[in-house]
C-alpha cells in the first residue's frame, strides 16, 4: 500500500507540473496588460476578446486615442479598447462604435435623446445642422432639440418623432412660418 501512495504522489506531482507548464503561454498573455511584465508585446492583442494595444516599448496604450489606418481607437484607463460607448477627453465627447471605432457624420441614440457626432468625431453642440433635407438644432448638451425651443429672441418647434424642426405648418394651435420662427 505505502508504494502505490508514492507511485501516485509522483504521478499526481509530474500531472500538477505538466498542467502549471500548459499554462504558461495563457499567463504571459494574460499579465502582458501589466507594463511591468517580462514579456514584450507591440501592436494589438487579443485576449480573453477584450483588445489591448501596445506601444513600441510593450507598454498598454491607457486613456488615449490609438491610429490604426482610417480609424481611431480609444483605450481605456484600464488599456482595454472602448467599444459601443462615449468617450470624454479635452472636454469632448465622442462616439466609439461596437468594433471600437471613433463615429464621424452620424446619428447616435442614447436612452431618449439623439445625438451628431460631426466630421472629426466629436458630438456637435449649440449648433443649427441641416441633415437629409430636414433642420435640426443640437442643444447645449449635444441633444437633437424636440418641442419649443428659444433661439436667438425666436420660438422653433422640433418635432418629437424624429427630431426636426417643423416649417410652415401649425403646431396645435400656433403657426411656424417656412423658416420655422413661430408667428404670433
Known sequence: MRRFTKTAAALGLAAVLGAGSAFMGLADVT???????????????????????FDSNGNPVKNQWVQDGANRYWMKDNGEMAKQSWVSTDGQ????????????????????????????GRMMKNAWMDYNGK?????????????WKELGGQWYFFNDSDCSMARDTMVGQYRVDTNGVYIP
Do not use: C, H
Not at 32 to 48: E, L
Not at 96 to 105: C, D, E, F, I, L
Not at 139 to 144: K, P
Open 31 to 53: 499579465t502582458s496588460v501589466n507594463p511591468v511584465a517580462t514579456s514584450r508585446k507591440t501592436g494589438w492583442v487579443d485576449v480573453q476578446n477584450k483588445w489591448y494595444y
Open 135 to 147: 433642420r435640426f438644432y443640437l442643444t447645449e448638451t449635444g441633444a437633437a432639440a424636440t418641442g
Open 93 to 120: 465627447w465622442y462616439w466609439v462604435n461596437a468594433q471600437g471605432a471613433q463615429a464621424s457624420n452620424i446619428w447616435v441614440e442614447s436612452g431618449d435623446l439623439w445625438y451628431y457626432m460631426g466630421g472629426d
